[in-house]
């Protein structure tokens, strides 16, 4: 069976969590699902590949193995809206971004199998991300938490018009401290990317589950637009503009680690 996650330990108090590249899917569930579904067309496509580079920035990575579709990672087990009065996905979706049915009629899942995907591969893959915080606080006196994630840059479903290329959540400016989120927000405003603080995205439940600045945790969500690296129709990665984007990526992740050194030293 495949692991729920695939994890590599780093040299430096970062963590990078990438809880929605996943592909994925148990046969007993595919064949209950949709073409759409089966086609997971809401997977955070590539960002494992686009953050290949964050060991040698000494990070921590923590990626999911199964598709969002079985399981997703960024919403509370206990299935709360993340945006009150906003379409939410739940925890074991039944729609895609778009509306439409990931199951076929009458094979949605019921509580009690929603509640055996998160025993099965929600659990884990929180319980090794709780670990290695407490591991990181442990070796160096506090910890970070990047939750790297990708969207299409218009989903009407969700949002209005077109989104920012860099979207940074700090969950209202709660999730880190304030000169970490200027740090970062800065680094992104400095690039050649357009980018918001706190718009659409502000942060899902890792975010704002796991970012406690008052306990020296500090959490950052970094939602892409995948048009910057990849062709959003074909799923075609493009390395030019990949590579383009993953230097702006390092910066912003350089410059979180190294606002958070002033603040420890």
């Not at 997977?43 to 920035?57: H, I, P, Q």
């Not at 893959?125 to 160096?140: G, V």
Request: hydrophobic letters at 40%; proline letters at 5%.
């Amino acid at each position: 069976m495949t692991p729920v996650f695939s994890f590599s330990g780093g040299s430096k108090p970062l963590l990078v969590s990438i809880p929605h590249d996943g592909r994925e899917i148990p046969s007993g569930i595919a064949t209950r699902m949709t073409e759409v579904g089966r086609a997971i067309p809401d997977t955070d496509w590539n960002v494992s590949r686009l953050y290949a580079f964050a060991g040698e920035l000494g990070a921590s990575v923590l990626s999911a193995n199964y598709s969002r579709y079985v399981v997703d990672l960024n919403r509370s087990a206990s299935d709360e809206a993340l945006y009150v009065g906003q379409v939410s996905t739940g925890v074991c979706p039944a729609a895609s971004f778009a509306g439409e049915s990931l199951y076929l009629d009458g094979e949605e899942p019921c509580e009690d199998e929603k509640l055996a995907r998160v025993a099965a591969r929600w659990q884990p893959y929180h319980d090794k991300l709780s670990a290695t915080i407490a591991d990181l606080k442990s070796r160096f006196g506090y910890a970070l938490l990047w939750d790297a994630h990708s969207i299409r840059g218009e989903v009407p479903l969700l949002f209005a018009g077109r989104l920012p290329d860099l979207n940074i959540g700090t969950n209202g400016k709660t999730s880190c401290a304030g000169e970490i989120e200027l740090a970062v927000a800065g680094a992104a405003t400095a690039s050649p990317y357009s980018s918001v603080l706190n718009g659409r995205f502000r942060g899902g439940y890792i975010t704002r589950h796991y970012g406690d600045p008052g306990n020296d945790v500090h959490a950052v969500q970094l939602e892409l637009s995948q048009r910057c690296y990849m062709d959003e129709k074909s799923l075609r990665y493009d390395e030019p503009a990949a590579a383009k984007l993953g230097d702006t990526i390092r910066r912003m992740l350089q410059a979180f680690m190294a606002s958070a050194e002033k603040i420890y030293a």
